[in-house]
T-cell receptor, first 113, second 115 residues
């Protein structure tokens, strides 16, 4: 499989600041990406998605940026709140992998009140 | 909408027993369901892809006789961990995708502890 099990990098931000979480993906044929949020002991929760024909997509307080040239994805969270503390994963999807999603390493975000 | 449930949420069993975990899509029909395994502070590892009415497709390194998957209906897939051992202790998460859709929705996970 393409998913990688590594220990999570961490990011700490002050409440009210903006957060940027990065993800590098491996499959140049990936054409659909999702950011998930996972709180401790729970399943992943959909945040925002983006297709490869776009380079930016905005949601409520979140923005996803896609750079296909360097196979990089980022999630920006505006005015970070304590409730945003969680682990964030990017997931990539491609036809040449059977339309399955493979998850990145994940980043643990801690918001300091 | 797009709610996926898992049962049980937590299970403790003795080594050598088998454990069945259910994954249900509550408000949509899931032609495809996925089973993941997650160790503490690690990412989700795809174990297998389950299509309704056909055999599951297992990822490399996942023993199909150890992790039996049955996707008997459009709303239910089960994962049975056979002859469980302590190293099978993990957080098992399913996800479901409806026909023609790309987005997967995840269940809340099942924490398995094998003593």
């Amino acid at each position: 499989g393409e998913s990688v099990g590594l220990h999570l990098p961490t990011l700490s931000v002050q409440e009210g600041d903006n957060s940027i979480i990065n993800c590098a993906y491996s499959n140049s044929a990936s054409d659909y990406f999702i950011w998930y949020k996972q709180e401790s002991g729970k399943g992943p929760q959909f945040i925002i998605d983006i297709r490869s024909n776009m380079d930016k997509r905005q949601g409520q307080r979140v923005t996803v940026l896609l750079n296909k040239t360097v196979k990089h994805l980022s999630l920006q969270i505006a005015a970070t709140q304590p409730g945003d503390s969680a682990v964030y994963f990017c997931a990539e999807n491609a036809v040449n992998t059977g339309n399955q999603f493979y998850f990145g390493t994940g980043t643990s975000l801690t918001v300091i009140p | 909408g797009a709610v996926v449930s898992q049962h049980p949420s937590r299970v403790i069993c003795k080594s050598g027993t088998s454990v069945k975990i259910e994954c249900r899509s509550l408000d949509f029909q899931a032609t495809t369901m996925f089973w993941y395994r997650q160790f503490p502070k690690q990412s989700l590892m795809l174990m297998a892809t389950s299509n309704e009415g056909s055999k599951a497709t297992y990822e490399q390194g996942v023993e199909k006789d150890k992790f039996l998957i049955n996707h008997a209906s459009l709303t239910l897939s089960t994962l049975t961990v056979t002859s469980a051992h302590p190293e099978d202790s993990s957080f098992y998460i399913c996800s479901a995708r409806s026909t023609g859709a790309e987005t997967q929705y995840f269940g809340p996970g099942t924490r398995l502890l094998v003593l």
